[in-house]
């Protein structure tokens, strides 16, 4: 089965990992216990940016690197350069015929809402191949998850209706991270993106007009050409900047707008970019005064171009009060469309960028106002506020055996065992619980009582009655092959705003949620604690 849609496929990534995985892999070699069979969870110990959820990203990027995972002559070179020189030639060899044709990896579907300490990938194989996988799947995963989330929480204080395009290529961590920037805002909940690779490779819609570089170019006028053009379908061209002229007198006598205020370099940039792309024209309204210049000049090219028979796509605002400004842009839009008998005129998308975060998105939407798209590029792609998810991959099973890291740090204590997980769903529609189970014990049935412990709790046993239950993994990659259709990024998408608006208000508050529930059933509790009495 081949990538799904968008997906390129990588060449191997087999050394894109950590020396000590090498040393490990020659360890278990020498030993003999190269071929064990083991298991390792992929998860990570709290949800981003003190929020109550995250969203499950990168699965379709892991398992196109499991379908090349191999090594070959020259990555076999290198490694005999970098290893002691008492590794044993056999073990070079060894390598040579190593893939992840044994391994099988189950995951919750991508853009699937997930949980702290709940396995996102269960991976399983010859415990040395599986022991190799594990830089390179968290940094599959790691920064993918963390830039969907990110854009989940951007759309949620937007709000379903505005417009949100990405535009942070230029802030980004490189290029790859400009790419998965693009890839994994769209899938957390963002429309468009300024990046043309990124809408190429992977079919995400692509917008972007001018710079204040553009507008600033221009001083007059007689820099304009072509200065003519023709009015749609029909009719001789017109000459369009002694067109706007006109309109400019009958826009700034309506405004009461001091006509020599109006910046001509900036109504040359406008006339010129119109002309141009009179079917895309967007006015870049703030590189000199917005309201005596940027929006006087856009209005009276803009309805130059309605003469014609063209609509103008918007305006961009990139700076100062943009909420206060936005309404007062409406106003004038409003005032044109009913004095001018324009109606489409009063909807004019009003788009606004500035270093938009997170903190000043809900300021936007507290304070009121009129805008349609929102660009956010450095706090979307750098995700300030967490830098990192913190993505953990530890063993679970050798042998059929489980297997447990106990630190003083509770946090870091992993689960043992292999296991099934189980969202259980209350009464009111709502996801309550992801129950770990051991995968010998019968599943918890809806409208059944179940006994769970909550982890990181020392109380009692309780019970609960869920009204449903799912299964959360699915098996991906299995004998070497991908073994499930693959969805496209916007399917993937799709299933992410699905997924958040299951999710409970209290869950998805982006300030001071309530903990999401997550637990063990006693069968697993009494093994954990066994296992901690034993290691001491």
Not at 1 to 28: H, K, V
Not at 40 to 53: A, H, S, V
Request: glycine share 6%; with cysteine; charged share 20%.
């Amino acid at each position: 089965m081949g990538p799904a849609a968008g997906e390129p496929l990588r060449a191997s990534l087999a050394l894109l990992t950590d020396l000590y995985q090498f040393t490990m892999a020659y360890g278990y070699w020498r030993a003999g216990r190269h071929r064990e069979p083991a298991e390792f969870e992929l998860f990570f110990r709290r949800c981003p940016f003190q929020g109550g959820f995250a969203l499950a990203a990168g699965l379709n990027e892991c398992l196109a690197f499991l379908r090349t995972f191999r090594f070959s002559q020259a990555d076999i070179e290198y490694l005999e350069s970098v290893l002691p020189i008492t590794t044993e030639k056999a073990f070079f060899d060894y390598l040579r015929t190593v893939d992840a044709s044994e391994v099988s990896v189950s995951s919750v579907p991508e853009g699937s809402v997930v949980f702290s300490r709940v396995p996102i990938f269960q991976v399983k194989g010859p415990l040395l191949v599986v022991q190799l996988l594990e830089t390179t799947l968290l940094c599959l995963v790691n920064y993918a998850s963390l830039v969907a989330t990110n854009a989940a929480r951007f759309r949620l204080t937007a709000g379903p209706d505005k417009k949100l395009m990405e535009m942070g290529l230029r802030r980004a961590q490189g290029p790859d991270g400009g790419l998965s920037a693009s890839k994994y805002s769209y899938v957390g909940g963002f429309d468009f993106t300024s990046n043309v690779l990124a809408g190429k490779l992977y079919g995400i819609p692509v917008r972007g007009t001018v710079a204040h570089s553009y507008v600033s170019s221009f001083t007059s006028l007689a820099e304009v050409n072509p200065r003519v053009l023709r009015p749609l379908g029909r009719g001789e061209p017109v000459d369009f900047p002694s067109l706007v002229e006109s309109w400019l007198s009958k826009v700034c006598r309506l405004l009461q707008a001091p006509l020599e205020r109006v910046n001509r370099g900036e109504r040359a940039a406008f006339v010129s970019y119109a002309i141009t792309f009179p079917h895309n024209f967007q006015g870049l309204v703030d590189t000199y005064c917005v309201m005596k210049s940027g929006i006087p000049n856009f209005c009276a090219v803009a309805l130059a171009l309605n003469e014609l028979g063209y609509r103008a796509i918007g305006v961009r605002l990139d700076s100062g009060d943009l909420a206060r400004q936005s309404v007062e842009i409406r106003q004038v839009f409003r005032t044109c469309s009913a004095h001018f008998q324009v109606p489409w005129f009063e909807r004019v998308p009003i788009a606004v960028s500035n270093d938009v975060s997170e903190w000043s998105l809900e300021e936007l939407a507290q304070e009121g106002n009129e805008i349609d798209m929102i660009g956010v590029g450095t706090h979307l792609v750098t995700c300030p506020l967490q830098p990192s998810l913190g993505c953990v991959y530890k063993l679970v099973t050798v042998n059929g055996c489980p297997r447990l890291k106990v630190t003083e740090d509770e946090e870091k204590t992993t689960i043992p065992g292999s296991k099934v997980v189980y969202r259980l769903w209350d009464a009111a529609g709502f996801p309550h619980m992801d129950l770990m189970a051991l995968e010998e014990e019968p599943p918890p049935r809806a409208g059944k009582e179940v006994e769970f412990r909550l982890l990181g709790r020392t109380m009692e046993a309780r019970k609960v009655t869920p009204t449903a239950v799912e299964i959360l993994h699915r098996l991906y990659f299995k004998d070497g092959q991908v073994c499930q259709a693959l969805p496209s990024l916007e399917e993937i998408k799709k299933h992410a705003q699905d997924s958040l608006s299951k999710l409970s208000p209290a869950h998805k508050r982006l300030q001071e949620p309530e903990a999401y529930q997550v637990a063990v059933t006693q069968k697993l509790h009494i093994l954990l604690t066994d296992l901690q009495r034993d290691s001491h």
